[in-house]
């Protein structure tokens, strides 16, 4: 959501200044690109280089930089932003930026960008309550600004009472609902598995199916990108994610994967069941390393259960079940038996025929198989175009 997106965040003469670095550490964990403006007053209550170590790029607070002999261009800096950020934002330059009075560099980058603008104040509790603060809030808000809403609290001052900046994580958790409110998939709950399940022989070995999570990890993302909110239950594997809509839940074996699907699969409008669940499990496992005394081993293997088909079995009609297949042979024949046997709304059909498809890789070629037996064969792409092309299905069966 904020991954990639040019963040500029305005910082001005608070106490809650030093919060400032806060917000920068969670945009940039994010993957945003963020770039510091302050007010020279706020370098009394935050250090630029604080900020400018934080967000990996200089900060800048003077219209000329004497050193550099440089002019800080305010409006190439406006116009860089996908987001801007004031916070804290004080009294002084919520009426500043009322009155659009820019004799500092961050109201004149204010007046100059044409991003949505959010805003958070910070104040003590009389000030905040002041008829003038309150018409400057609203005239803000009149032209579009976004007011991040104060907490009760301790002020600085003291007191206890209104005015108190939002903490970092609650202006992200509002930055993040404000962008994704108006989005296809918002107030849906969605389900994603992904990766391979490991099955315990004893503690250095185990029995998996191939998968690196990538093909699941990548849909997770376009869901929760298009406004959802995604538990990913990943199986052993090096990847993550750090979108704020995705809440990953990591497993080892079938059996815990199972465990976790079935505590939210009830409350999911969309489920994509994209793992590499091993078919098969020990029989017996062991807690010591078994050592290699015997010429020959065999080990009893017995079926572990099928996640996809059991929550199938529980699904309403208003709950959305999408299905993988991995086939070698017959693969559409393959497909179209477990789109029925597992009562699914489409399937999603790899082979390991087609060359850059399928696991560890970061392309793949599919074809999707709908209920009507509709086929839709796709070309070799990127995982994440793909992942495009699963959820415009999605978004299709759901008339959106
Ligand atoms: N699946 C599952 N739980 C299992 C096995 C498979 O949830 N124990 C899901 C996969 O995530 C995938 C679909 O079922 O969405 C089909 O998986 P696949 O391995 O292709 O087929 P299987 O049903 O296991 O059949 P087979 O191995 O015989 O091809």
């Known amino acids: 959501m904020l991954k990639e997106k040019n963040v500029l965040l305005g910082v001005t003469a608070s106490i809650a200044a030093y919060k400032a670095t806060y917000i920068v550490r969670l945009l940039k964990k994010l993957g945003a690109s963020v770039r510091v403006i302050q007010t020279e007053a706020s370098l009394d209550f935050v250090s630029p280089l604080v900020l400018s170590t934080l967000s990996e790029n200089k900060v800048i607070y003077k219209v000329i930089d004497k050193q550099t002999n440089e002019w800080n261009s305010h409006v190439e800096l406006g116009l860089w932003a996908d987001y801007m950020i004031i916070a ?10 009322a009155e659009g009075n820019c004799d500092n560099q961050l109201i004149a980058t204010y007046l100059s960008s044409k991003c949505p603008v959010y805003f958070a104040p910070a104040m003590d509790l009389d000030m905040y309550k002041h008829p003038s603060t309150k018409t400057n809030i609203k005239k803000l808000q009149k032209f579009g600004n976004k007011l991040i809403p104060v907490n009760n609290g301790e002020l600085a001052s003291g007191l206890v009472g209104e005015g108190r900046m939002a903490e970092p994580e609650e202006i992200i958790d509002f930055i993040i609902h404000d962008i994704t409110k108006n989005k296809e998939l ?44 995604v538990t990913l239950v990943m199986g052993p594997s090096q990847l993550s994610s750090n979108h704020p809509n995705i809440n990953q839940i990591n497993v080892i074996s079938a059996e ?105 890789v970061d392309t793949n070629k599919i074809s ?33």
């Open 88 to 97: 804290p934002a004080t009294a002084k330059s919520i009426s500043k930026m």
């Open 186 to 229: 918002f107030g849906k709950n969605c389900l994603v598995t992904a990766g391979p399940t490991h099955e315990k022989i004893d503690p250095v070995r185990y029995i998996g199916n191939r998968s690196s999570g990538k093909m699941g990890l990548a849909i997770a993302n376009e869901l929760a990108e298009k406004g959802a909110k």
């Open 256 to 360: 815990e994967m199972y465990s976790q699907v079935k505590s939210v699969f009830s409350n999911s409008d969309i489920s994509v069941f994209s793992a590499a669940v091993s078919d098969y499990k020990p029989s017996e496992s062991y807690s010591e390393k078994l050592k290699k005394e015997k010429e020959n081993w065999d080990i009893a293997l017995e079926k572990n259960k099928d996640i996809l088909k059991d929550m199938s079995l529980r699904k309403k009609v208003n709950q959305l079940v999408v299905g993988f297949a991995l086939e070698t042979e017959n693969e559409k024949e393959n497909a179209i038996s477990k789109l029925k046997k597992k009562n699914l709304d489409f399937i999603v059909l790899n082979s390991t025929r087609d060359k850059g498809a399928t696991f560890e």
């Open 368 to 400: 999707i198989i709908e209920k009507d037996l509709t086929i839709t064969d796709f070309e070799l792409k990127e995982k994440t175009e793909v992942a495009k092309d699963i959820v415009s299905v999605i978004l299709k069966k759901i008339n959106i």
